[in-house]
Protein backbone atom coordinates (compact mmCIF):
# COMPACT_ATOMS: atom_id res chain seq x y z
CA UNK A 1 0.00 0.00 0.00
CA UNK A 2 1.78 3.40 -0.98
CA UNK A 3 2.23 5.75 1.50
CA UNK A 4 0.86 9.48 1.42
CA UNK A 5 1.22 12.85 3.33
CA UNK A 6 2.48 12.61 7.13
CA UNK A 7 2.60 8.95 7.29
CA UNK A 8 4.89 8.72 4.55
CA UNK A 9 7.47 11.40 6.04
CA UNK A 10 7.19 9.64 9.47
CA UNK A 11 8.52 6.11 7.57
CA UNK A 12 10.96 7.90 6.03
CA UNK A 13 12.35 9.66 9.50
CA UNK A 14 12.23 6.54 10.91
CA UNK A 15 14.32 4.54 8.47
CA UNK A 16 16.64 7.26 8.36
CA UNK A 17 16.58 7.16 12.36
CA UNK A 18 17.27 3.59 12.10
CA UNK A 19 20.81 3.93 10.03
CA UNK A 20 21.46 6.92 12.52
CA UNK A 21 21.59 4.41 15.52
CA UNK A 22 23.49 1.61 13.57
CA UNK A 23 26.12 4.30 12.99
CA UNK A 24 25.94 5.18 16.85
CA UNK A 25 26.58 1.50 17.60
CA UNK A 26 22.56 0.72 18.84
CA UNK A 27 21.07 -1.97 16.97
CA UNK A 28 17.45 -1.06 16.87
CA UNK A 29 16.26 -5.15 16.79
CA UNK A 30 18.59 -6.85 19.55
CA UNK A 31 18.60 -10.50 19.82
CA UNK A 32 16.90 -10.56 23.00
CA UNK A 33 15.64 -9.13 26.36
CA UNK A 34 15.22 -10.45 29.63
CA UNK A 35 12.24 -9.55 31.32
CA UNK A 36 11.32 -9.79 34.81
CA UNK A 37 8.01 -7.80 35.79
CA UNK A 38 5.07 -7.37 34.49
CA UNK A 39 3.41 -4.32 34.45
CA UNK A 40 0.02 -5.38 36.15
CA UNK A 41 2.28 -7.49 38.88
CA UNK A 42 4.06 -4.14 39.45
CA UNK A 43 0.86 -1.98 39.90
CA UNK A 44 -0.26 -4.34 42.38
CA UNK A 45 3.20 -4.82 44.10
CA UNK A 46 3.35 -1.25 44.55
CA UNK A 47 -0.39 -0.19 45.23
CA UNK A 48 0.48 0.96 48.89
CA UNK A 49 3.62 2.80 47.95
CA UNK A 50 3.34 6.43 49.40
CA UNK A 51 3.43 9.53 47.18
CA UNK A 52 7.47 11.36 46.51
CA UNK A 53 8.72 7.28 47.44
CA UNK A 54 11.09 5.86 45.96
CA UNK A 55 11.20 1.57 46.99
CA UNK A 56 15.30 0.40 46.42
CA UNK A 57 13.79 -2.71 44.41
CA UNK A 58 15.15 -3.32 40.96
CA UNK A 59 12.90 -3.67 38.70
CA UNK A 60 13.22 -5.04 34.62
CA UNK A 61 9.96 -4.49 32.45
CA UNK A 62 9.24 -4.10 29.29
CA UNK A 63 6.07 -3.49 26.39
CA UNK A 64 5.31 -0.81 23.75
CA UNK A 65 5.67 2.99 24.17
CA UNK A 66 2.56 4.50 23.72
CA UNK A 67 3.10 7.85 24.86
CA UNK A 68 6.10 9.81 25.38
CA UNK A 69 7.06 13.76 26.07
CA UNK A 70 9.57 15.14 27.76
CA UNK A 71 10.03 18.75 29.61
CA UNK A 72 13.85 20.27 29.76
CA UNK A 73 15.30 17.93 32.18
CA UNK A 74 12.72 15.12 32.92
CA UNK A 75 10.51 13.08 31.00
CA UNK A 76 7.64 10.30 31.26
CA UNK A 77 6.64 7.85 28.90
CA UNK A 78 4.38 5.24 29.15
CA UNK A 79 4.63 1.37 28.23
CA UNK A 80 1.96 -1.51 28.10
CA UNK A 81 2.30 -4.92 27.94
CA UNK A 82 0.03 -7.80 27.88
CA UNK A 83 -1.44 -7.15 31.58
CA UNK A 84 -1.71 -3.34 31.89
CA UNK A 85 0.61 -0.07 31.54
CA UNK A 86 2.93 1.60 34.02
CA UNK A 87 4.63 4.99 33.75
CA UNK A 88 8.57 5.57 33.07
CA UNK A 89 10.73 8.95 34.86
CA UNK A 90 13.79 9.65 33.35
CA UNK A 91 15.80 12.44 35.46
CA UNK A 92 18.85 12.97 36.23
CA UNK A 93 20.95 11.06 33.67
CA UNK A 94 22.14 12.72 29.96
CA UNK A 95 22.83 9.29 29.25
CA UNK A 96 19.57 7.69 29.88
CA UNK A 97 17.89 10.98 28.39
CA UNK A 98 19.53 10.50 25.56
CA UNK A 99 18.14 6.74 24.96
CA UNK A 100 14.97 7.88 25.65
CA UNK A 101 15.01 10.98 23.38
CA UNK A 102 16.07 8.20 20.44
CA UNK A 103 12.61 6.57 21.07
CA UNK A 104 8.96 7.07 19.29
CA UNK A 105 5.73 5.77 20.25
CA UNK A 106 4.97 2.40 19.02
CA UNK A 107 8.70 1.39 20.11
CA UNK A 108 8.89 -1.62 22.00
CA UNK A 109 11.59 -0.41 24.63
CA UNK A 110 13.12 -2.67 27.70
CA UNK A 111 13.25 -0.16 31.09
CA UNK A 112 15.43 -1.24 34.49
CA UNK A 113 14.62 1.00 37.52
CA UNK A 114 12.94 1.44 40.84
CA UNK A 115 9.66 1.79 41.39
CA UNK A 116 8.48 5.29 42.88
CA UNK A 117 4.98 7.06 43.25
CA UNK A 118 5.08 10.72 41.80
CA UNK A 119 3.76 13.89 43.51
CA UNK A 120 0.79 13.16 41.45
CA UNK A 121 0.32 9.57 42.72
CA UNK A 122 1.17 7.92 39.59
CA UNK A 123 3.06 5.00 40.15
CA UNK A 124 6.32 5.23 37.45
CA UNK A 125 9.71 3.52 37.26
CA UNK A 126 12.54 5.58 37.66
CA UNK A 127 14.63 4.24 35.22
CA UNK A 128 18.48 4.06 35.41
CA UNK A 129 18.37 1.95 31.82
CA UNK A 130 16.28 2.39 29.15
CA UNK A 131 17.11 0.18 25.93
CA UNK A 132 15.54 0.06 22.27
CA UNK A 133 13.66 -3.40 21.62
CA UNK A 134 12.03 -2.88 18.25
CA UNK A 135 12.23 -0.08 16.24
CA UNK A 136 8.33 0.79 15.01
CA UNK A 137 8.78 2.08 11.58
CA UNK A 138 5.19 3.12 11.28
CA UNK A 139 2.94 5.78 13.61
CA UNK A 140 0.29 4.23 15.49
CA UNK A 141 -3.22 5.08 15.10
CA UNK A 142 -4.16 8.72 16.62
CA UNK A 143 -5.00 8.06 20.47
CA UNK A 144 -8.00 9.93 20.99
CA UNK A 145 -9.53 8.60 17.65
CA UNK A 146 -7.50 5.44 17.00
CA UNK A 147 -8.99 3.31 13.73
CA UNK A 148 -12.82 4.82 12.74
CA UNK A 149 -13.44 1.94 10.28
CA UNK A 150 -14.52 -1.03 11.91
CA UNK A 151 -13.81 -3.49 8.84
CA UNK A 152 -10.06 -2.08 8.95
CA UNK A 153 -9.92 -2.98 12.82
CA UNK A 154 -10.90 -6.40 11.47
CA UNK A 155 -8.59 -6.59 8.72
CA UNK A 156 -5.88 -4.94 11.34
CA UNK A 157 -6.39 -6.62 14.22
CA UNK A 158 -2.89 -6.30 16.01
CA UNK A 159 -3.29 -2.51 15.80
CA UNK A 160 -7.15 -2.50 17.47
CA UNK A 161 -5.68 -4.94 20.47
CA UNK A 162 -2.53 -2.17 20.64
CA UNK A 163 -4.92 0.69 20.84
CA UNK A 164 -8.43 -0.88 22.66
CA UNK A 165 -7.96 -2.77 25.94
CA UNK A 166 -11.38 -3.38 25.66
CA UNK A 167 -10.74 -5.67 22.73
CA UNK A 168 -8.11 -7.50 24.46
CA UNK A 169 -10.34 -8.00 27.60
CA UNK A 170 -12.75 -9.45 24.97
CA UNK A 171 -9.95 -12.24 23.83
CA UNK A 172 -9.46 -13.00 27.41
CA UNK A 173 -12.36 -13.91 28.36
CA UNK A 174 -13.08 -16.22 25.35
CA UNK A 175 -9.65 -17.77 26.25
CA UNK A 176 -11.27 -18.22 29.62
CA UNK A 177 -14.07 -19.95 28.33
CA UNK A 178 -12.16 -22.04 26.03
CA UNK A 179 -9.69 -23.48 28.89
CA UNK A 180 -12.59 -23.81 31.31
CA UNK A 181 -14.76 -25.83 28.57
CA UNK A 182 -11.39 -28.34 28.31
CA UNK A 183 -10.86 -28.41 32.09
CA UNK A 184 -14.93 -29.56 32.74
CA UNK A 185 -14.79 -31.93 30.00
CA UNK A 186 -11.61 -33.75 31.71
CA UNK A 187 -13.51 -33.50 34.52
CA UNK A 188 -16.67 -35.49 33.58
CA UNK A 189 -13.81 -38.00 32.03
CA UNK A 190 -13.69 -37.20 28.06
CA UNK A 191 -10.44 -37.84 26.42
CA UNK A 192 -9.43 -34.63 23.73
CA UNK A 193 -8.98 -35.95 20.18
CA UNK A 194 -8.17 -35.04 17.21
CA UNK A 195 -10.00 -35.65 13.83
CA UNK A 196 -9.33 -34.25 9.85
CA UNK A 197 -9.86 -31.10 8.91
CA UNK A 198 -9.03 -32.42 4.81
CA UNK A 199 -11.53 -35.00 4.40
CA UNK A 200 -12.57 -36.75 1.36
CA UNK A 201 -16.27 -36.92 2.49
CA UNK A 202 -18.00 -33.86 4.55
CA UNK A 203 -20.32 -34.61 6.50
CA UNK A 204 -21.67 -34.20 10.55
CA UNK A 205 -24.26 -31.21 9.44
CA UNK A 206 -26.15 -29.41 6.65
CA UNK A 207 -23.41 -26.66 4.86
CA UNK A 208 -21.95 -26.06 1.81
CA UNK A 209 -18.20 -27.39 2.03
CA UNK A 210 -15.28 -25.67 0.84
CA UNK A 211 -13.30 -27.35 -1.99
CA UNK A 212 -9.53 -28.05 -1.83
CA UNK A 213 -7.27 -30.20 -4.16
CA UNK A 214 -4.53 -32.31 -3.15
CA UNK A 215 -1.98 -32.10 -5.70
CA UNK A 216 -0.19 -35.57 -4.12
CA UNK A 217 -3.21 -37.58 -4.97
CA UNK A 218 -4.92 -35.50 -7.57
CA UNK A 219 -8.39 -35.46 -6.07
CA UNK A 220 -10.65 -32.84 -4.68
CA UNK A 221 -10.98 -32.95 -0.80
CA UNK A 222 -13.38 -30.51 0.96
CA UNK A 223 -12.70 -28.75 4.75
CA UNK A 224 -14.36 -30.07 7.56
CA UNK A 225 -18.01 -28.49 8.20
CA UNK A 226 -17.79 -30.67 11.36
CA UNK A 227 -15.69 -33.51 13.23
CA UNK A 228 -18.71 -35.17 13.88
CA UNK A 229 -18.00 -38.74 11.83
CA UNK A 230 -14.91 -39.34 12.68
CA UNK A 231 -15.49 -38.81 16.59
CA UNK A 232 -18.65 -41.16 16.08
CA UNK A 233 -15.66 -43.67 14.06
CA UNK A 234 -13.86 -43.80 17.54
CA UNK A 235 -16.20 -44.63 19.15
CA UNK A 236 -16.92 -47.23 17.22
CA UNK A 237 -13.32 -48.10 17.87
CA UNK A 238 -13.97 -48.22 21.56
CA UNK A 239 -13.67 -45.03 23.13
CA UNK A 240 -16.20 -44.10 25.26
CA UNK A 241 -16.01 -40.36 25.74
CA UNK A 242 -14.31 -38.20 23.36
CA UNK A 243 -14.29 -34.03 22.18
CA UNK A 244 -12.53 -32.13 20.09
CA UNK A 245 -12.48 -28.27 20.04
CA UNK A 246 -11.77 -27.52 16.29
CA UNK A 247 -12.36 -25.25 13.52
CA UNK A 248 -15.36 -25.73 11.09
CA UNK A 249 -15.49 -24.48 7.61
CA UNK A 250 -18.71 -23.78 5.88
CA UNK A 251 -19.20 -22.12 2.53
CA UNK A 252 -22.27 -20.13 3.67
CA UNK A 253 -23.75 -16.55 3.81
CA UNK A 254 -21.82 -14.00 6.18
CA UNK A 255 -23.85 -11.92 8.90
CA UNK A 256 -23.56 -11.11 12.23
CA UNK A 257 -23.65 -14.94 13.69
CA UNK A 258 -21.66 -16.43 11.03
CA UNK A 259 -18.10 -16.90 9.67
CA UNK A 260 -16.67 -19.36 6.97
CA UNK A 261 -14.17 -20.53 9.70
CA UNK A 262 -15.41 -20.74 13.00
CA UNK A 263 -14.85 -22.91 16.36
CA UNK A 264 -16.67 -25.36 17.52
CA UNK A 265 -16.36 -28.36 20.50
CA UNK A 266 -17.99 -31.47 20.02
CA UNK A 267 -18.28 -34.27 22.25
CA UNK A 268 -19.68 -38.07 21.93
CA UNK A 269 -20.08 -40.12 25.25
CA UNK A 270 -21.18 -43.93 24.80
CA UNK A 271 -24.27 -45.14 26.60
CA UNK A 272 -26.28 -41.75 27.17
CA UNK A 273 -29.01 -40.30 25.84
CA UNK A 274 -30.11 -37.25 24.99
CA UNK A 275 -31.19 -35.92 28.56
CA UNK A 276 -27.20 -36.18 29.45
CA UNK A 277 -26.64 -33.59 27.49
CA UNK A 278 -29.58 -31.12 29.36
CA UNK A 279 -27.43 -31.94 33.04
CA UNK A 280 -24.14 -31.46 31.29
CA UNK A 281 -25.11 -27.58 29.83
CA UNK A 282 -26.79 -27.03 33.27
CA UNK A 283 -23.71 -27.81 35.37
CA UNK A 284 -21.37 -26.65 32.20
CA UNK A 285 -23.17 -22.90 33.19
CA UNK A 286 -23.12 -23.11 36.33
CA UNK A 287 -19.24 -23.58 36.92
CA UNK A 288 -18.37 -21.49 34.00
CA UNK A 289 -20.57 -18.20 36.41
CA UNK A 290 -18.29 -19.33 38.79
CA UNK A 291 -15.34 -19.31 36.72
CA UNK A 292 -15.90 -16.15 35.16
CA UNK A 293 -17.40 -14.50 38.47
CA UNK A 294 -20.18 -13.94 36.63
CA UNK A 295 -23.85 -12.96 38.18
CA UNK A 296 -27.19 -14.71 37.44
CA UNK A 297 -27.93 -12.52 34.64
CA UNK A 298 -25.94 -10.61 31.98
CA UNK A 299 -27.43 -7.48 29.91
CA UNK A 300 -27.07 -8.57 25.87
CA UNK A 301 -28.13 -6.52 22.97
CA UNK A 302 -30.67 -4.34 25.49
CA UNK A 303 -32.27 -7.60 27.49
CA UNK A 304 -31.49 -9.29 30.63
CA UNK A 305 -30.42 -12.74 29.83
CA UNK A 306 -31.23 -15.02 33.20
CA UNK A 307 -28.27 -18.14 33.56
CA UNK A 308 -30.32 -19.54 36.35
CA UNK A 309 -30.49 -23.37 35.93
CA UNK A 310 -33.13 -25.11 35.61
CA UNK A 311 -33.71 -23.13 31.84
CA UNK A 312 -36.70 -23.51 30.21
CA UNK A 313 -37.65 -26.21 27.99
CA UNK A 314 -40.25 -26.52 24.90
CA UNK A 315 -40.60 -29.18 22.39
CA UNK A 316 -40.62 -28.36 18.35
CA UNK A 317 -43.90 -29.06 18.19
CA UNK A 318 -44.89 -27.05 20.97
CA UNK A 319 -43.02 -24.32 20.29
CA UNK A 320 -44.44 -23.59 16.59
CA UNK A 321 -47.99 -23.99 17.26
CA UNK A 322 -47.57 -21.49 20.20
CA UNK A 323 -45.79 -19.18 17.81
CA UNK A 324 -47.16 -19.91 14.51
CA UNK A 325 -50.60 -21.65 15.18
CA UNK A 326 -49.45 -24.71 13.06
CA UNK A 327 -49.31 -27.77 14.31
CA UNK A 328 -46.74 -30.55 12.72
CA UNK A 329 -48.35 -33.71 13.85
CA UNK A 330 -51.14 -32.44 11.88
CA UNK A 331 -49.39 -30.73 8.79
CA UNK A 332 -46.84 -33.57 8.80
CA UNK A 333 -45.47 -33.47 5.34
CA UNK A 334 -44.43 -30.84 2.22
CA UNK A 335 -47.80 -29.54 1.15
CA UNK A 336 -49.65 -29.25 4.12
CA UNK A 337 -47.29 -27.57 6.06
CA UNK A 338 -46.69 -24.73 3.13
CA UNK A 339 -50.59 -24.65 2.50
CA UNK A 340 -50.90 -23.94 6.24
CA UNK A 341 -48.44 -21.39 5.70
CA UNK A 342 -50.55 -19.22 3.47
CA UNK A 343 -53.72 -20.06 5.05
CA UNK A 344 -52.02 -18.44 7.95
CA UNK A 345 -50.31 -15.80 5.81
CA UNK A 346 -47.05 -16.70 7.49
CA UNK A 347 -44.76 -13.79 6.18
CA UNK A 348 -41.63 -15.20 5.22
CA UNK A 349 -40.58 -16.37 2.05
CA UNK A 350 -40.35 -20.42 0.97
CA UNK A 351 -39.76 -20.46 -2.16
CA UNK A 352 -36.25 -21.94 -2.42
CA UNK A 353 -37.62 -24.57 0.29
CA UNK A 354 -37.10 -27.83 -1.63
CA UNK A 355 -38.43 -30.77 0.97
CA UNK A 356 -40.38 -31.12 4.44
CA UNK A 357 -37.29 -30.35 6.55
CA UNK A 358 -36.26 -27.38 4.82
CA UNK A 359 -39.37 -25.65 4.68
CA UNK A 360 -39.50 -26.35 8.70
CA UNK A 361 -36.21 -24.72 9.08
CA UNK A 362 -36.80 -22.01 7.28
CA UNK A 363 -40.02 -20.94 9.35
CA UNK A 364 -38.39 -21.90 12.45
CA UNK A 365 -34.76 -19.85 11.76
CA UNK A 366 -36.59 -16.52 10.12
CA UNK A 367 -39.66 -16.52 12.55
CA UNK A 368 -39.50 -18.43 15.73
CA UNK A 369 -36.28 -19.14 16.92
CA UNK A 370 -35.23 -14.66 16.96
CA UNK A 371 -37.63 -14.41 19.39
CA UNK A 372 -36.03 -16.73 21.85
CA UNK A 373 -34.36 -14.90 24.36
CA UNK A 374 -34.09 -16.36 27.46
CA UNK A 375 -31.92 -20.02 27.59
CA UNK A 376 -34.45 -22.55 26.14
CA UNK A 377 -33.88 -26.38 25.82
CA UNK A 378 -35.45 -26.52 22.35
CA UNK A 379 -36.25 -30.99 21.83
CA UNK A 380 -37.81 -33.44 19.66
CA UNK A 381 -36.80 -32.40 15.77
CA UNK A 382 -38.70 -33.63 13.29
CA UNK A 383 -36.91 -36.49 11.74
CA UNK A 384 -36.35 -34.89 8.18
CA UNK A 385 -34.37 -32.06 10.18
CA UNK A 386 -31.65 -34.24 11.45
CA UNK A 387 -30.48 -36.76 9.23
CA UNK A 388 -28.14 -38.03 11.68
CA UNK A 389 -29.98 -38.62 14.88
CA UNK A 390 -32.08 -41.53 16.09
CA UNK A 391 -35.86 -41.47 15.82
CA UNK A 392 -37.69 -41.18 19.17
CA UNK A 393 -39.35 -44.67 20.44
CA UNK A 394 -42.56 -43.22 20.77
CA UNK A 395 -42.96 -41.46 18.11
CA UNK A 396 -41.00 -42.17 15.06
CA UNK A 397 -41.67 -38.81 13.23
CA UNK A 398 -39.38 -37.40 16.10
CA UNK A 399 -35.40 -37.09 16.93
CA UNK A 400 -34.45 -37.42 20.54
CA UNK A 401 -32.73 -34.06 20.04
CA UNK A 402 -32.05 -30.79 22.32
CA UNK A 403 -31.02 -27.25 21.20
CA UNK A 404 -29.81 -24.61 23.81
CA UNK A 405 -30.95 -21.48 22.29
CA UNK A 406 -30.37 -17.99 23.99
CA UNK A 407 -30.88 -14.46 22.41
CA UNK A 408 -32.53 -15.73 18.91
CA UNK A 409 -28.88 -17.77 18.07
CA UNK A 410 -28.33 -21.85 18.59
CA UNK A 411 -25.23 -22.49 20.84
CA UNK A 412 -25.96 -26.09 21.24
CA UNK A 413 -27.14 -28.95 19.35
CA UNK A 414 -27.31 -32.27 20.72
CA UNK A 415 -29.25 -35.26 19.77
CA UNK A 416 -29.39 -38.98 20.60
CA UNK A 417 -26.93 -40.38 17.63
CA UNK A 418 -28.02 -42.88 15.00
CA UNK A 419 -26.25 -46.09 15.48
CA UNK A 420 -28.81 -48.36 13.46
CA UNK A 421 -26.67 -48.71 9.72
CA UNK A 422 -29.83 -49.41 7.42
CA UNK A 423 -31.82 -46.23 8.69
CA UNK A 424 -28.25 -44.52 8.33
CA UNK A 425 -27.78 -45.11 5.10
CA UNK A 426 -31.27 -44.61 3.98
CA UNK A 427 -31.43 -41.15 5.51
CA UNK A 428 -27.87 -40.85 3.22
CA UNK A 429 -29.67 -41.84 0.65
CA UNK A 430 -32.64 -39.22 1.34
CA UNK A 431 -29.87 -36.79 1.60
CA UNK A 432 -28.25 -37.92 -1.69
CA UNK A 433 -31.47 -37.48 -3.30
CA UNK A 434 -32.07 -33.45 -2.02
CA UNK A 435 -28.54 -32.80 -3.34
CA UNK A 436 -29.69 -34.28 -7.12
CA UNK A 437 -32.23 -31.86 -6.38
CA UNK A 438 -30.20 -28.96 -6.04
CA UNK A 439 -30.19 -28.65 -2.27
CA UNK A 440 -26.74 -27.28 -1.74
CA UNK A 441 -26.71 -27.94 2.06
CA UNK A 442 -27.41 -31.97 1.79
CA UNK A 443 -25.11 -34.48 2.81
CA UNK A 444 -23.64 -36.80 0.48
CA UNK A 445 -23.42 -40.43 1.13
CA UNK A 446 -20.56 -41.36 3.50
CA UNK A 447 -20.24 -45.28 2.46
CA UNK A 448 -16.90 -45.57 5.21
CA UNK A 449 -19.18 -44.49 8.10
CA UNK A 450 -22.11 -46.71 7.26
CA UNK A 451 -19.70 -49.37 7.12
CA UNK A 452 -18.11 -48.41 10.58
CA UNK A 453 -21.71 -48.21 11.99
CA UNK A 454 -22.10 -52.07 10.47
CA UNK A 455 -19.20 -53.28 13.24
CA UNK A 456 -21.50 -51.93 15.85
CA UNK A 457 -21.49 -48.25 17.94
CA UNK A 458 -22.79 -48.37 21.37
CA UNK A 459 -25.96 -46.07 22.50
CA UNK A 460 -24.62 -42.60 21.81
CA UNK A 461 -25.03 -39.31 22.59
CA UNK A 462 -23.63 -36.41 20.67
CA UNK A 463 -23.09 -32.85 21.29
CA UNK A 464 -21.95 -29.26 19.49
CA UNK A 465 -21.07 -25.98 21.15
CA UNK A 466 -20.30 -23.11 19.43
CA UNK A 467 -17.66 -20.81 21.03
CA UNK A 468 -17.88 -18.16 19.23
CA UNK A 469 -21.35 -17.58 19.49
CA UNK A 470 -20.98 -18.38 23.16
CA UNK A 471 -18.06 -15.74 23.40
CA UNK A 472 -20.41 -12.83 21.83
CA UNK A 473 -22.83 -13.39 24.76
CA UNK A 474 -20.69 -13.60 27.28
CA UNK A 475 -18.77 -10.22 26.39
CA UNK A 476 -21.35 -8.37 25.26
CA UNK A 477 -20.87 -8.40 21.32
CA UNK A 478 -23.20 -8.12 18.44
CA UNK A 479 -21.28 -9.67 15.93
CA UNK A 480 -19.11 -12.85 15.46
CA UNK A 481 -16.00 -11.09 14.00
CA UNK A 482 -15.96 -9.09 17.21
CA UNK A 483 -14.95 -12.35 18.75
CA UNK A 484 -12.42 -14.10 16.39
CA UNK A 485 -9.38 -13.02 16.15
CA UNK A 486 -8.40 -12.40 12.17
CA UNK A 487 -12.12 -12.64 10.68
CA UNK A 488 -12.19 -13.56 7.03
CA UNK A 489 -12.54 -9.98 5.23
CA UNK A 490 -12.62 -9.29 1.52
CA UNK A 491 -9.70 -7.64 0.78
CA UNK A 492 -9.36 -3.92 1.24
CA UNK A 493 -9.08 -2.42 -2.78
CA UNK A 494 -7.34 0.76 -3.44
CA UNK A 495 -9.27 1.52 -6.38
CA UNK A 496 -13.07 1.79 -7.49
CA UNK A 497 -14.48 -1.14 -9.65
CA UNK A 498 -17.51 0.13 -11.69
CA UNK A 499 -19.45 -3.57 -12.99
CA UNK A 500 -21.37 -2.25 -15.93
CA UNK A 501 -24.25 -4.19 -18.24
CA UNK A 502 -22.88 -5.93 -21.35
CA UNK A 503 -24.91 -6.84 -24.29
CA UNK A 504 -22.56 -10.07 -24.36
CA UNK A 505 -23.81 -10.98 -21.12
CA UNK A 506 -20.23 -10.75 -19.56
CA UNK A 507 -19.90 -8.51 -17.13
CA UNK A 508 -17.06 -5.61 -17.73
CA UNK A 509 -15.04 -4.69 -15.29
CA UNK A 510 -13.46 -1.40 -15.22
CA UNK A 511 -10.66 -0.80 -13.03
CA UNK A 512 -9.60 3.25 -11.86
CA UNK A 513 -6.85 3.75 -10.31
CA UNK A 514 -8.00 6.50 -7.31
Known amino acids: MELKGREKQIVEERIKKIDRLRGEGVEPYPQNFVKKNWCKDLQEKYSKLKNEKTSKDKI???GRLMLKRAMGKIAFGTIQDDGGKIQILVQNSDEVMKSFKNLDAGDFVGVKGSPMRTKRGELSVLASEVILLSKSIKPLPEKWHGIQDKEERYRKRYLDLIMNEEVRDVFVVKSKLVSYLRKFLKSEGFMEVETPLIQPVYGGASAKPFVTHINALDMDAYLSISPELYLKRLIVGGYERVFSICKNFRNEGIDYAHNPEFTMMEYYVAYKDFEYHVKFIEKFFNGLRKELKLGPSIEYRGNKISFKTPFARVSFRDLLLDKIGIDIDVAKDFDSFKSALEEKKIGVDVSGCKHYGGLLDEVYKKIVRPNIIQPTFLTHYPVEMVALAKRNKDDSSKVNSVQLIIDGAEIVKAYDELNDPIDQKTRFEEQEKLKGEGDDEAMPMDEDFVDALMYGMPPTA????????????????????????????????????????DISLKEKIEFKKN
Open 60 to 62: VTA
Open 462 to 501: GFGMGIDRLAMILTGKDSIRDVIFFPFMRPAISHEVEIKE
